[in-house]
């Protein structure tokens, strides 16, 4: 079965970057990977998404975060600039083989998390 391990989270201050991956096991082939993440007290959100020649941004990281993928690495990234406090959460990689974009129903795979605080 896949799985997926986040890695790269950390504290930083508003303004600052991180730089999440995502490294795959047991990869064949999938449709669209993303990231989303939970906020205390919050539902889990859609961040980011790429599949089929489509990249799904949400309105709250536009033209801050940027995913990209190095499929020989069976790795994906996250690339937060200019950082805020409300982006603080735990931030998740997905994959899905069937869908692509910002609904966390369908996605089939998930990665246990990585913590990413801001600081004002």
């Known amino acids: 079965q896949v799985q997926l391990v986040e890695s790269g989270g950390g504290s930083v201050q508003a303004g600052g970057s991180l730089r999440l991956s995502c490294a795959a096991s047991?990869?064949?082939?999938?449709?669209?990977m993303g990231w989303f993440r939970q906020a205390p007290g919050k539902e889990r959100e859609g961040v980011v998404a790429t599949g089929g020649g489509t990249t799904y941004v949400a309105d709250s990281v536009k033209g801050r975060f940027t995913i990209s993928q190095d499929n020989a690495k069976s790795t994906l990234y996250l690339q937060m600039n200019s950082l805020k406090p409300e982006d603080t959460a735990i931030y998740y990689c997905?994959?899905?083989?069937?869908?692509?974009?910002?609904?966390?129903?369908?996605?089939?795979?998930w990665g246990q998390g990585t913590q990413v605080t801001v600081s004002s």
């Open positions: 047991g990869y064949t082939f999938r449709y669209c």
């Open positions: 997905a994959a899905s083989d069937w869908y692509c974009g910002l609904t966390n129903s369908g996605y089939d795979y």
